[in-house]
């Protein structure tokens, strides 16, 4: 199955969710969702999406040197972190998305 089949919302949701749990950088976001959900995505879906939730208040990025990966210094990694605003916002869309599963199940 194909990322590009799935609506940006579905990727949005899923993404403040992992980003409730602990910071992570665009890649690691990348693979985590690949696994989760059994099919690819790409950085075309989940850098878009950071940018926006970065523009919007509702995460921050901040760059941190990454170490232990068999290079001296290591790299550089953007981690994101979810704000308080994004934290609310992942509160309102769980609560929209058992709505609407409710309406679906009645």
């Known amino acids: 199955m194909s990322s ?3 609506p940006s919302g579905f990727f949005k949701f ?4 992992l980003l409730s749990e602990r910071p992570m950088y665009g890649y690691e976001l990348m693979k985590v969702l690949s696994e989760k ?3 690819r995505v790409s950085q075309s879906v989940v850098y878009p999406i950071l ?3 970065e523009r919007r208040g509702l995460a ?6 990454c170490s232990g990966e068999g290079r001296s210094g290591g790299r550089h990694r953007k981690y994101y972190r979810l704000t308080k605003l994004g934290e609310e916002e992942l509160q309102r869309l ?3 998305l058992l709505r609407f599963y409710e309406m679906l199940f009645k």
Do not use: A, N, S
């Open 60 to 65: 921050v990025g901040e760059w941190r040197r």
């Open 14 to 17: 899923h993404i403040l969710r």
């Open 37 to 39: 959900l059994e099919m």
């Open 94 to 96: 769980k609560e929209k």
């Open 4 to 6: 590009e089949r799935l």
């Open 51 to 53: 940018h926006e939730l």
